[in-house]
């Protein structure tokens, strides 16, 4: 089945960069899904954070565009995230998503914590 694994969460001070990696696996149909990162901060609804076409086009929440950055390796079937200048509100578990013949699919989510 499909599988989304994510990495690279952690502890980081404001004004921080971490990188996230999600690791696809399990379908043919991923080499031309869009593939996204959302994330749930504490006490919020799960928002969209960026989405990646195959061919590498992408759309951000207006709170992370000019702050963070999505972009995938096809060959690898892995998505990644940009995080700079990060912020104590981007405290939050992100997750990674795709949808495949109508079906959503999530990883279990990486924990990352904005913090001095």
């Known amino acids: 089945q499909v599988q989304l694994v994510e990495s690279g969460g952690g502890l980081v001070q404001p004004g921080g960069s971490l990188r996230l990696s999600c690791a696809a696996s399990g379908s043919i149909f991923l080499l031309n899904a869009i593939m996204g990162w959302y994330r749930q901060a504490p006490g919020k609804q799960r928002e969209l954070v960026a989405t990646i076409t195959k061919s590498g086009s992408t759309n951000y929440a207006d709170s992370v565009k000019d702050r963070f950055s999505i972009s995938r390796d096809n060959a690898k079937n892995t998505v990644y995230l940009q995080m700079n200048s990060l912020k104590p509100e981007g405290t939050a578990v992100y997750y990674c998503?795709?949808?495949?013949?109508?079906?959503?699919?999530w990883g279990k989510g990486t924990l990352v914590t904005v913090s001095s």
């Open positions: 998503h795709t949808n495949i013949v109508n079906m959503n699919f």
